[in-house]
């Protein structure tokens, strides 16, 4: 029911795009983030945004931050769509409370891109026919989940997912207009309630493996990134990739709070650190 191959159909196939001879992605300037850490696509049109990841105990990072959430997303230039699971990481869900094991529940929230107001979420009931099963999902840290967010270009419709194995979640009831250009695909780390927000943190004394994300190395092989023309594949493709990093302010004078480490298997799978 909630497989990933209804949703994105051909685009399923990361190494055919590398077999066919498309050349590695090129590495442009890093970006950066107040609560973001991960990697950044742009120079398509992107229609897909999806990754396998493992969860993490939130708990794990009580003293360092109030919640985890991990996301994908697509970005215009007028709206970012934004697919999350999230839990807190103590009771307040803030930085050095008592850790508390929570389960991650899946958010899609709409933002405006230029003044960052929030346009629509699921958690909060704005967001039109969310069904009571999306709401009611949740999933527990240390499995490992599917993530899938598709915009359809043709109508506007927007298609997320999010899967743990035969259990999951769907919703399908939100509409943009159609042929809206998202140019910039993320996939990371989202420690903030907004992709602007700033984070509550405090530097752990040594670096912390935050989150791990990857795609199976074996067949079925799956894609991150789909485009409006069809081609497939994850951050080593003929896009632009950048890795992306959190600091305090979201720019590159200040101290890094949260990075990507380097790609592997063909550019699908990283993980995200907390900096000391």
């Given at each position: 029911m909630f497989g990933r191959s209804a949703l994105v159909g051909p685009l399923i196939g990361a190494f055919l795009v590398m077999a066919t001879g498309v050349a590695d992605a090129s590495t442009s300037r890093v970006y950066y983030s107040r609560g973001q850490a991960g990697y950044t696509a742009t120079g398509a049109h992107f229609k897909v945004a999806e990754v396998h990841v493992t969860l993490p105990y939130a708990s794990h990072y009580a003293r360092e931050l109030g919640q985890v959430g991990l996301g994908v997303q697509l970005w215009s230039a007028a709206t970012v769509l934004d697919l999350r699971l999230s839990a807190c990481t103590s009771r307040a869900c803030k930085p050095g409370g008592r850790p508390v094991t929570r389960t991650y529940r899946p958010v899609l929230s709409v933002f405006?891109?230029?003044?960052?107001?929030?346009?629509?979420?699921?958690?909060?009931?704005?967001?039109?026919?969310?069904?009571?099963?999306?709401?009611?999902?949740?999933?527990?840290?240390?499995?490992?989940?599917?993530?899938?967010?598709?915009y359809e270009p043709d109508t506007g419709q927007v298609d997320v997912s999010v899967e743990a194995g035969r259990s999951g979640a769907a919703y399908q009831n939100y509409f943009l207009d159609p042929g809206?250009?998202?140019?910039?695909a993320r996939v990371g780390a989202e420690l903030g309630t907004t992709p602007w927000s700033r984070v509550p943190f405090r530097h752990p004394s040594r670096q912390m493996r935050l989150a791990t994300f990857w795609e199976p190395a074996t067949a079925p092989f799956e894609a991150e990134l789909g485009t409006y023309r069809g081609s497939s594949g994850c951050f080593a493709s003929w896009w632009t990739r950048h890795a992306l990093k959190m600091t305090s302010n979201g720019a590159s004078s200040r101290r890094p709070e949260a990075r990507p480490g380097g790609l592997s298997n063909h550019g699908c799978d990283f993980r995200v650190f907390l900096e000391p």
């Open positions: 405006s891109r230029s003044t960052g107001a929030l346009v629509c979420s699921t958690l909060g009931g704005t967001c039109p026919g969310v069904p009571s099963s999306w709401n009611k999902s949740r999933f527990a840290p240390g499995k490992s989940v599917d993530m899938a967010l598709v809206i250009a998202f140019k910039q």
